[in-house]
């Protein structure tokens, strides 16, 4: 009998300790980060697109360089990153346009992560990099 029960607390605590998925990694996502390079192409200084990210309240917000934009983190575990639609200000800078679209429509493929030499890799779910940011 306390064999039985004790395997049963045992699997009530393995359960609840995996329920929090955004604990993992939260530490290295954690934070504000600076866009470094759209694919394989880098940001000028003028146009450099920001994200926060707050783990712990499963939200997101930033600049795409014209405006800012917030939303939800729906998914975060060991590399998978899912955000919910980004609601965002609607600007107009015609010179910062081209890196403002291009950043909304690569936020809207990120299904994974890796954080990695100080740099956060945001990919579509096929695993090529979309974005990489560095740590402000």
């Known amino acids: 009998m306390k064999k039985i029960k004790f395997l049963m607390l045992l699997s ?3 359960g609840l300790g995996s329920c929090n998925t955004a604990r993992v990694n939260s530490n290295s996502l954690q934070g504000e980060w600076q866009l470094v390079t759209m694919g394989t192409t880098a940001v ?3 146009a450099q ?3 926060k990210l707050n783990v712990k309240e499963m939200k997101v917000n930033g600049s795409d360089s014209c405006n800012t934009f917030m939303g939800g983190i729906v998914k975060v ?3 998978e990153l899912v955000f919910s639609d980004l609601a965002s200000t609607l600007m107009l800078c015609p010179d ?3 890196v403002a679209d291009a950043f909304g429509s690569a936020m809207k493929k990120v299904a ?3 954080v990695k030499n100080e740099q956060l890799l945001l990919k579509d779910d096929k695993g090529t990099v ?3 940011f560095a740590k402000k």
């Open 12 to 14: 009530v605590a393995i």
């Open 44 to 46: 000028t200084a003028e």
């Open 49 to 51: 697109p920001t994200l």
């Open 77 to 79: 575990s060991d590399n």
């Open 96 to 98: 910062k346009m081209e």
């Open 112 to 114: 994974k992560y890796e």
């Open 130 to 132: 979309l974005l990489t």
